[in-house]
């Protein structure tokens, strides 16, 4: 029986990769953040924050933050962009979102929204963690985990702002990828 398992899990993961790596599971709620030393795949979570998965998606397919540095990169904690302005002030013009807060732990490749002092500021910066970031627990919103290339994001330029910094060269919904 084990064997049999064995099997199954090898055939599955064969069927499901390409020759550009592993395929998206659900293209929809899939994202490609490609950086300069390559791609990152994000698996978002629409059960746990909808409306921050509808808003990263709508972003992402206006191209919004293509181009976008990291503006704020500590070691050992995590990295944030989304601000178009490069100075961790900016947002886009829409409408700032209610907190979706869940029990979701904020572990290694964990995606987060950033806000200021108010839970309903969330608007369009978000942050990767390095390490466990636990202790955000409950206070921001999970809205995905990177699944492919946390190798790529550990080699994002540390700095708050960085000199010369990182940015997302196109970030897209994976169904919408050519």
Excluded at 89 to 115: C, H, I, V, W
């Amino acid at each position: 029986m084990r064997r049999l398992a064995f099997v199954a899990f090898i055939l599955g993961a064969l069927m499901s990769t390409t020759t550009g790596g592993a395929a998206a599971a659900d293209p929809e709620n899939t994202l490609y953040l490609e950086l300069e030393s390559g791609r990152v795949v994000i698996e978002l979570r629409p059960d746990l924050a909808p409306q921050h998965v509808a808003r990263i998606k709508e972003l992402s397919r206006e191209g919004f933050y293509d181009g976008v540095v990291f503006h704020r990169v500590i070691e050992g904690f995590m990295a944030q962009t989304g601000d178009p302005t490069g100075t961790g002030r900016g947002g886009s013009q829409k409408p700032d979102l209610p907190a979706e807060f869940s029990d979701a732990n904020y572990g290694r490749g964990t995606l987060g929204m950033a806000r200021s002092q108010s839970p309903n500021s969330a608007n369009s910066q978000f942050f990767i963690c390095f390490n466990d970031c636990s202790f955000l627990n409950g206070q921001y919103t999970v809205f995905g985990t990177v699944t492919e290339g946390m190798e790529l994001v550990d080699g994002i330029k540390r700095g708050e702002p960085p000199q010369d910094p990182d940015h997302i060269v196109k970030m897209q919904v994976a169904a919408d990828a050519k």
